[in-house]
């Protein structure tokens, strides 16, 4: 017997499976899609194997032994061979970089698999002693007959949580026995909570969608912000379990998970793996290993829980499905979505993108009837959607409210006064955005990127936010030397500051970036303003998502402005999904809410759209926008950057992947530039950009694959092929 093994070797050029054979000690046990150790010029490799086959094929080179399988566990079923290939045509991927896409990183190449597996200690009794003789003649000792009747009872506890000299006795005397036990490092236990009745209008979605259950069809949400999604979500999922099969969910960032998978857990426990980035590396490796090993039956995570190898999926559920999150930003640049509809597909199963503010893609294909909309229009119970007073910054600055205006000043004061709660949303992290000398006019800028560097004063550093270079701020200009350096712009850390001089009373908590790096210190600051610990819950747009504190009466935009400004053609979409979605976060509960939002742009209609709460009109008009620029989702797009090290290189090779593209593609397929990159230099490369625009064109993938090979083999130059990118 032989096999076809791909190897973790990460180069496009050596993307080929190679033959192997498989030695009869391991005939009986390997399988499609295991991980295995291979030979591989003189060394060893790991590889996956795609194909066991019988006969062996033509070959150029010598036919080698496996040398043993990594994990007998870890086993790629049909599904996930079948999504690699996908995932490898969707991004022009290589296999092995589809297949590690798919893979936790403790599973990833070189790492051995026993690092990963935790042991504790637990303690039983032992069933070959007569028991009722022991306690007979040991009736004094009271600590070991307790230990005994606890045993009695929970059958098996761990060591560690007795540990003590009755116990070492117990274990001398051979009545306890104790063993290694590989043990989860995350169990949560479920609550009992009252199951919640729905409201007529989430049971009509939930009853729509249970009719569907052995269907591979596409609903697009549209429920406004608390209207009883999630809970939907959980009556679903319920049902999915007693019909035996499995549901996953995918969710934002972990901003999101904190709060939602509370509630998963406290419906469902045990029955739920976890999976996002903020989990330790055994962590994740457990949560794998329970679906693996087919012990959960709900997946809750980020972007790539989208690959979690559940088998027999019953329902996929997509919760905030405009998050960009869902889209990889680096390579291989997937769209969650695109992975969910194929498993979708293949499961029979229905896909359940779910949203306040629906992405203008999915919304148009509702509209087209691709996907079925179902909608909930109203907030659960008494809740009511905010009220929101847009105020001109530039009328307040003529005022010399350089922060706050009147308006927020006085209903921060009055919420305040009513002890109620308060979010500040400011998309910028940091202290000040750039730093300018008032003699020469030196700016402080990063020198792999040329982008302007922010302040952090709590590291007394001057950050780079693409890259993250750092240096220290000197307290003259270093390149003067005179004493002017000025400060412009705002973070959130200085908005902090400023905030508790203008409330000195107020308790005031910041969530973003800087502060919730370090781990749990995100769910502390959620659990801790949920408690109402504080007063002001301020941030980036951290705080824009997801979160649910009744309390909550009170949201204020600082500048609503740093997302309208982007270049970029979504910039509308998100700025009316950023603030819509802000705004949800007030009054959900019997509390009334109101929203403050500061803005340069008062009669832009993506203000006016959020002022009224009219997503249906800001899709309206937006889409009119798209079609006149002929964007998204009227035209598909495919942006390519040309990167290289010299700047002329990068030109050169741009203008010829242009040439190239032009005489290859249909006519009717617009082929746009080269221009520079938005940020024409990054980590020291330089980058140029054309950007494919096209309704149909049946060339297309074939022709950017033969592109894509052609830069393989080039030494100074390199292509970043993004298909479907959300920005440009
Ligand atoms: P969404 O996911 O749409 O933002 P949630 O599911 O978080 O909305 O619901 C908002 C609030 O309303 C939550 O506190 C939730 O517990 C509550 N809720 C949802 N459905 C019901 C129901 N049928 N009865 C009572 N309360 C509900
Ligand atoms: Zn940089």
């Keep these: 017997m032989f096999a076809q093994v791909i190897i973790e070797y990460p180069l496009k050029s050596l993307d080929k499976t190679f033959i192997y054979h498989i030695p009869s000690f391991l005939e009986e046990r390997l399988k499609e899609g295991m991980k295995v150790d291979v030979p591989f010029n003189n060394s060893k490799i790991g590889g996956f194997v795609l194909k066991i086959i019988k006969e062996c094929p033509i070959h150029d080179y010598e036919i080698k032994d496996i040398i043993a399988i990594c994990d007998q566990e870890l086993i790629l079923g049909k599904e996930l061979l079948a999504l690699a290939s996908f995932l490898q045509e969707e ?39 007569d028991l009722n003789k022991y306690i007979e003649n040991n009736k004094r ?68 969608i249970k009719e569907c259950f052995n269907m591979a069809k596409t609903f697009l949400l549209y429920g406004v912000t608390a209207s009883g999604k999630t809970e939907v979500y959980i009556k679903l999922i319920k049902d999915v379990i007693s019909l035996n099969k499995k549901a996953l969910v995918l969710v934002p960032e972990i901003s999101l998970t904190t709060q939602i998978a509370l509630r998963f857990y406290n419906t469902f426990g045990k029955d739920v793996a976890i999976l996002h980035s903020s989990l330790s590396s055994g962590e994740k490796y457990d949560e794998y290993l329970k679906i693996i090993r087919d012990e959960v039956h709900v997946v809750v995570g980020t972007r790539s829980a989208v690959f979690a190898p559940l088998k027999d999926l019953g329902i996929i559920i997509i919760d905030e499905e405009d998050s960009s999150s869902y889209k990889q930003d680096n390579y291989p640049k997937y769209n969650a979505k695109d992975m969910a509809i194929f498993r979708s597909k293949y499961n ?13 893609e999915s919304k148009a294909r509702a509209d087209k009837g691709v996907y079925e909309l179902l909608t909930l229009k109203n907030r659960v119970g008494k809740a009511k959607l905010p009220l929101i007073h847009i105020v001109s910054l530039k009328e307040e600055m003529e005022k010399k409210n350089m922060i706050f205006s009147d308006l927020l000043k006085n209903k921060i004061k009055e919420k305040l006064e009513k ?17 300018n000398c008032s003699n020469c006019g030196y700016t402080y800028k990063c020198p792999n990127c040329e982008i302007t560097l922010t302040y952090h004063i709590s590291s007394n550093n001057l950050i780079c936010h693409y890259c993250g270079y750092k240096i220290s701020k000197a307290s003259i200009c270093p390149n ?3 004493n002017s350096l000025n400060y412009y712009g705002l973070g959130t850390e200085k908005l902090e500051i400023e905030i508790k001089k203008l409330f000195p009373l107020a308790r005031v908590i910041r969530m973003d970036q800087d502060v919730t790096s370090k781990k749990g210190s995100h769910e502390k600051i959620i659990n801790d303003f949920k408690n109402y610990k504080y007063d002001i819950l301020l941030g980036t747009q951290m705080v824009s998502k997801g979160l649910d504190f009744p309390l909550v009466s009170l949201v204020g935009v600082i500048n609503a402005d740093t997302t309208l400004n982007l270049p970029d053609f979504r910039s509308n979409e998100l700025t009316f999904a950023l603030l819509h979605q802000v705004s949800g976060r007030a009054g959900r509960s019997n509390l009334e809410g109101e929203v403050v939002i500061q803005t340069f742009n008062p009669h832009n209609f993506v203000m006016e759209c959020v002022k009224d709460n009219n997503y249906d009109l800001f899709y309206l008009k937006e889409m009119q926008i798209r079609r006149k620029l002929a964007y998204p989702p009227y035209y598909y797009l495919i942006g390519i950057k040309i990167i290289s090290k010299e700047y002329n290189i990068a030109l050169e090779e741009a203008q010829k992947v242009k040439l190239y593209l032009d005489q290859h593609l249909e006519k009717t397929t617009l082929v746009l530039g080269p221009t520079m990159a938005s940020i024409l230099k990054f980590k020291n490369e330089y980058r140029f950009q054309i950007i494919i625009k096209y309704k149909y064109d049946k060339y297309l993938k074939q022709v950017l694959k033969e592109l894509d090979n052609i830069y393989i083999y080039n030494k100074n130059c390199y292509l970043d092929i993004d298909i479907n990118p959300l920005h440009i």
């Design 480 to 482: 003067c030397q005179e």
């Design 419 to 435: 002890k109620e709660q308060i979010i500040l949303l400011l998309n910028r992290r940091g202290f000040s955005t750039y730093i």
């Design 348 to 360: 029979l199963c229905p896909l359940v993108l779910a949203s306040a503010t629906p992405s203008l």
């Design 141 to 208: 000792y009271s600590k070991q007959i307790e230990i005994i009747n606890r045993l009695r009872i929970e059958k098996e506890i761990l060591k560690k949580e007795i540990n003590s000299s009755s116990l070492n006795t117990l274990i001398k005397n051979k009545i306890v026995i104790e063993e290694e036990r590989q043990i989860y490092r995350i169990n949560k236990d479920n609550i009992k909570i009252d199951d919640k009745v729905l409201t007529i209008d989430q049971d009509r979605v939930y009853k729509r």
């Design 91 to 129: 991004t022009l991927c290589s296999k092995i970089t589809a297949i590690q896409t798919m893979l936790p990183s403790s599973l990833k190449v070189g790492l051995k698999k026993s690092n990963y597996n935790y042991y504790e200690k637990i303690i039983k009794l032992n069933n070959n002693i």
